[in-house]
């Protein structure tokens, strides 16, 4: 099942390829990208940098107690991190986040794993409400509906992680699903403010890539939000294109043909938009593997927080 799933996220991201190779296509993307005017890019660079920001301060705000005072350590987690996710294939990239906090803050495999998941689903959880609250065409009915039902998973979820269990008695397989399990209580215990940090991120992520997918197609902001929510309702799906070519192009492509954008010119758009996403990603996680600190060990950053104590 892997490897079928591996199959088809080469053939996704090849299909890609094999479009791109008509010269016509290669003009008009330059066309779309020289669309761009310094102005744009930089308020698209300080949007994507924000977004950076809060995604760091909800890592801050979990891990406080690790952390000590050390966001910057934070920030060059989430860097690292998002580079490694932009770049290597198959969602590979998400093991660079447990063995970051395990490397500068002592995380223990478990309880990071734990968290990358709350992190994750969280992440999804923000996406569909947006996607059930704008989606076109849905009827008001069925659209409270996706919406409450989401709201009540959301809610429901950390707190059936909580309640006492017996799952540690019943075998070594329980065992590792009950420390599992407590784990994940924790990560939703102590990130106080998570949904506040994850609310926020995705606003201004969702701006920024709408703001410039806007430009790339010379439309007005609503159609640049419809195409960048559904490159990220593609980047959820199961199986992605390497390094998310492919996938992430139809996803915005797909949902831009309601606003009137024909398909191969919201292709064009998304790979523009895709290429910009993982230029910063690797512009800024290159900055925060050079910068002083980011080889901390774990005994150090234990040091720094009995300080901050």
């Known amino acids: 099942m892997k490897r079928a799933k591996h199959v088809l996220a080469i053939a996704l991201t090849l299909a890609l390829v094999f479009w791109l190779l008509d010269d016509r296509r290669w003009a008009a993307f330059g066309a779309a990208l020289a669309r761009l005017s310094p102005g744009v890019v930089a308020l698209a ?76 689903l969280q992440d999804a959880l923000i996406v569909a409400m947006a996607a059930a609250a704008v989606w076109p065409g849905l009827p008001p009915p069925l659209r409270l509906l996706c919406l409450a039902a989401l709201l009540a998973f959301a809610w429901a979820l950390p707190r059936w ?61 609503d159609t640049g939000a419809a195409g960048a929510l559904g490159a990220e309702l593609a980047a959820v799906l199961p199986i992605q294109g390497v390094a998310g070519f492919g ?8 949902a831009l043909v309601p606003s009137g954008v024909a398909l191969a010119d919201g292709l064009r758009a998304a790979l523009a938009l895709h290429l910009f996403v993982i230029a910063c990603a690797l512009a800024t996680g290159a900055a925060a593997a050079l910068l002083p600190g980011i080889h901390a060990t774990a005994k150090s950053s234990k040091s720094a927080k009995g300080l901050a104590r």
């Open 247 to 254: 996938t992430y192009e139809a996803g915005a492509a797909a």
């Open 45 to 120: 660079v300080a949007g994507f940098f924000l977004s950076y920001l809060l995604r760091a301060a909800r890592i801050y705000d979990e891990f406080r107690h690790d952390a000590g005072n050390r966001f910057a350590a934070c920030l060059r987690i989430v860097l690292m991190h998002n580079a490694a996710v932009n770049i290597v294939p198959f969602r590979g990239g998400e093991a660079a986040f447990p063995m970051l906090l395990g490397k500068l803050f002592g995380t223990p495999l478990t309880r990071a794993l734990a968290s990358l998941f709350w992190f994750r």
């Open 161 to 221: 992680a909580r309640r006492p269990h017996t799952w540690a008695e019943r075998g070594a397989l329980a065992r590792r699903l009950a420390a599992l399990r407590d784990a994940f209580a924790a990560s939703a215990q102590h990130a106080r403010l998570g949904w506040l940090w994850t609310v926020a991120n995705w606003s201004v992520k969702l701006t920024a890539q709408a703001w410039l997918l806007s430009a790339l197609l010379g439309t007005g902001m």
